[in-house]
């Protein structure tokens, strides 16, 4: 089955820039979007086909992709932003989300 | 705004069914494909399948023997069962809205609900 990769933690000081990398077998032939996830809430879509922002989600939030690694940038991190962040792609028909990483803003 | 709410028992036997349901406010049910994902405690999430409101589906293969997923559109709701259940899958369950740009999208989510399997 597919599979995705993810760091399982980023550290960040405030006002920094963090970088959440996201790989897979032939990612760059597919699309990916990202997830904010704070435990106990809802997960909240940040960046969809690859580098799309929703309507409401901060300009700090910016997505990337090279070969075969997706990137979520969190540009001038805000403490509110720590939380767990998941990449998803589509393989075969099936969903498939990488296993996290959990920012933490010290 | 759209709004999606889980709802259904939290405590399930082994062996039984779970069968939830997911309650759509603010968008009509007559478009774009609803989903149901799943958090196992401590680990990540896991798409589960697929429903178009004319009723098809698509399932993750992992899973397509015990679950099927309905949709009935005079409630604006759609609906999960999921067979023969293990202990394994106890986990917050979430309902999402599906949308396509060069790939699935989950733009909007219910809050969750816990089920939890054990006798």
């Known amino acids: 089955s597919y599979e995705l990769a993810q760091p399982p933690s980023v550290s960040v000081s405030p006002g920094q820039t963090a970088t959440l990398p996201c790989s897979g077998d032939r990612l760059g032939e597919k699309s990916a979007c990202w997830y904010q996830h704070n435990p106990g809430q809802s997960p909240v879509l940040v960046i969809y086909?690859?580098?799309k922002r929703p309507s409401g989600i901060p300009e700090r939030f910016s997505g990337s992709k090279s070969g075969n690694t997706a990137t979520l940038t969190i540009s001038g991190t805000q403490p509110m932003d720590e939380a767990d962040y998941y990449c998803q792609t589509w393989d075969s028909d099936t969903g498939v989300f990488g296993p996290g990483t959990k920012v933490t803003v010290l | 705004q759209v709004q999606l709410q889980e709802s259904g028992p939290g405590l399930v036997k082994p062996s039984e069914t779970l069968s939830l349901t997911c309650t759509v406010s603010g968008d009509s049910i007559n478009s774009y494909y609803w989903s149901w994902i799943r958090q196992p405690p401590g680990k990540g999430l896991e798409w589960i399948g697929f429903?178009?409101?004319?009723?098809?589906?698509i399932f993750n293969p992992s899973l397509k023997s015990r679950v099927t997923i309905s949709v009935d559109r005079s409630k604006n709701q759609f609906s999960l069962k999921m067979s023969a259940v293990i202990a394994a899958d106890t986990a917050v369950y979430y309902c999402?809205?599906?949308?396509?740009?060069?790939?699935?999208?989950?733009?909007?989510w219910g809050r969750g609900t816990l089920v939890t399997v054990s006798s």
């Open positions: 429903i178009y409101y004319s009723g098809s589906t």
């Open positions: 999402a809205r599906g949308r396509y740009s060069s790939g699935w999208y989950f733009d909007f």
């Open positions: 086909h690859d580098t």
